[in-house]
């Protein structure tokens, strides 16, 4: 039997890399498919949180899919330890991607942006496993992924 702790801290892990994911999503994209910045930023349907003790999918803010701790202790403790490892090292390459990103928009000088270019495929390619794990991770609790968390796995897994 899996103790409460250890499916409160996966549940938090989870929600929160799931939030890393969100943050990025729409940058990744553009960055990958050279697309320009929209007017407005992209609002997406489907939204992964935490509530209380569960993992809540919300399609326009209407909650579609319900994951409680009680779920969850149905998975192997091994998986529900190793989503934390998955959310620290997301943590990571968001801070990575946060810092270099902006770096592209003021790349004059076509080596400079070229660097900048490759810095940021460095850093696809360095999170593909984990967000890809993070995204497992959801989907063998349970829940239903499509929308931009299925857009962004295929554009990071073929990057």
């Known amino acids: 039997m899996v103790d409460l702790n250890t499916v409160s801290a996966a549940i938090g892990a989870a929600t929160s890399a799931v939030g890393l994911i969100d943050k990025m999503a729409d940058q990744i994209e553009r960055f990958l498919t050279k697309q320009s910045q929209p007017a407005v930023p992209t609002e997406h349907r489907l939204k992964i949180e935490k509530e209380g003790d569960a993992i809540v999918s919300k399609n326009r803010g209407e909650e579609r899919q319900r994951i409680t701790a009680k779920d969850l202790e149905k998975l192997p403790h091994t998986s529900l330890r190793h989503i934390k490892v998955l959310e620290q090292s997301m943590e990571n390459h968001y801070t990575i991607w946060s810092a270099v990103y902006p770096q592209l928009a003021l790349a004059v ?10 810095q940021l495929k460095e850093v696809v390619r360095s999170m593909k496993g984990d967000l890809d794990g993070i995204l497992t991770f959801i989907e063998q609790a349970g829940m239903y992924l499509d929308d931009h968390y299925l857009h962004i796995r295929s554009l990071v897994v073929q990057a």
């Open 109 to 118: 000088d076509p080596i400079a942006k070229a660097k900048t270019e490759q």
